[in-house]
């Protein structure tokens, strides 16, 4: 083969393994049956397989990282086809063993996403996936999501089922989320809020985009412009008041041009993160970081994380309600992700206040110790 034949065909292959070929996914865990500390741990990912086919074929592997300092490079085990194969549902599945009990962050990334109406240059911005959960001696199972990026007509009323199940019967809060990005030049990096994320309605200013945090029903009413448009939403799951983990999962939304009769457009409302922050104004700019305290209640050891969009330096505070600083810490170093781990055994049980100095910013929420 000529030399040049030869660079044509390598070139055009590394294209289409880097191909935007993703649909969405999630993370979930399972405890084994023998011993809590064992989790089965399963990495979803919906591909496209109309336009994306190549890119699918070669995702034979993924890597995970546990949240405690390691990683592995897991196999496909599973690809189900859907939707007359034009999607594929693909399983990535591997037992893990932790040393002990704690607050454990899963994360996997992915080179590219698929381009999107609501994230610029989306497919030259990785794609990131969460699940943080509370391992302890007795076991769970975090929620199962079934696939749900749905095909909407454009000027109708959309309503979409983002419903997940939980085997163990536990209380789910959903949310909407900021789709994740991470650094992709080491493989268990911090992940990070897609900072030129808008929500679909937000996008064009117009009508509402709005979760039932207690269904997972997501209603768009309505869609005005067609194409692909990326949907994350967070969902928490509480036992007995407690939370226990937390899964992050994305999916594209395509809105098309259909016959039927247009729905009559309400007024513009921004959407409304799962925080209660709401996103389009210009006051809300703190989007820009994410401060997070798991779990919470609390009872002995409190993980707080620090996320922004730029390398900061951070100071984090615990306080009573009288404004007594029980601990502090000062990350003097900027980075982009700053976290603590905080002892509250002594702690007596009551309301107390988390405080975060990032850059210019203070950032304060209310911790509950049982």
């Known amino acids: 083969m000529k030399p040049f034949l030869w660079l044509v065909l390598l070139v055009a292959g590394l294209q289409m393994a880097h191909a935007t070929h993703l649909r969405g996914g999630y993370i979930r865990t399972q405890s084994a049956s023998t011993n809590a500390l064992t989790q089965q741990i399963t990495l979803v990912l919906y591909m496209d397989e109309l336009y994306g086919r190549a890119a699918a074929d070669v995702s034979t592997e993924q890597e995970i990282c546990f949240g405690d300092g390691s990683s592995l490079l897991v196999p496909r085990q599973a690809r189900q086809y859907l939707a007359n194969r034009t999607i594929s549902v693909n399983t990535y599945q591997v037992m893990?063993?932790?040393?002990?009990?704690?607050?454990?962050?899963l994360t996997v990334g992915v080179v590219n996403r698929t381009g999107v109406q609501n994230i610029p240059s989306a497919d030259q911005i990785a794609f990131a996936l969460t699940t943080t959960l509370s391992i302890s001696n007795s076991g769970n199972q975090t929620p199962v999501f079934a696939y749900s990026g749905d095909t909407l007509t454009v000027n109708q009323r959309a309503t979409v089922?983002?419903?997940?199940?939980?085997?163990?019967g536990d209380s789910l809060v959903y949310g909407l989320a900021r789709p994740l990005n991470k650094a992709m030049i080491?493989?268990?990096?911090?992940?990070t809020a897609v900072s030129s994320f808008q929500f679909p309605n937000d996008l064009t200013r117009q009508g509402t985009f709005k979760l039932n945090s207690a269904t997972g029903v997501l209603i768009w009413d309505v869609p005005t412009q067609q194409g692909n448009f990326s949907v994350a939403l967070t969902v928490s799951e509480y036992r007995r008041g407690t939370l226990i983990s937390q899964t992050q999962e994305e999916i594209i939304l395509m809105v098309i041009d259909r016959p039927g009769s247009p729905t009559p457009l309400p007024a513009y409302e921004p959407a409304v993160l799962g925080?209660?922050?709401v996103t389009a104004l210009p006051e809300y700019r703190d989007e820009d970081v994410l401060f997070s305290a798991f779990p919470n209640p609390v009872d002995d050891r409190l993980q707080v994380t620090i996320q922004s969009t730029r390398t900061l330096p951070a100071t984090v505070q615990l306080l009573d309600?009288?404004?007594?600083?029980?601990?502090?810490?000062?990350?003097?170093?900027?980075a982009r992700q700053h976290e603590q781990v905080i002892s509250t055994e002594n702690l007596s049980a009551g309301t107390y206040l988390l405080r975060a100095k990032v850059g210019?910013?203070?950032l304060t929420q209310k911790v509950l110790k049982r």
């Open 161 to 168: 089922n983002l419903r997940a199940t939980d085997s163990d």
């Open 360 to 362: 210019q910013r203070t």
């Open 96 to 105: 893990h063993t932790y040393a002990g009990p704690g607050v454990y962050t």
């Open 186 to 191: 080491e493989p268990c990096t911090s992940v």
């Open 275 to 277: 925080t209660n922050l």
């Open 321 to 334: 309600m009288n404004g007594r600083l029980i601990h502090q810490s000062t990350f003097t170093k900027a």
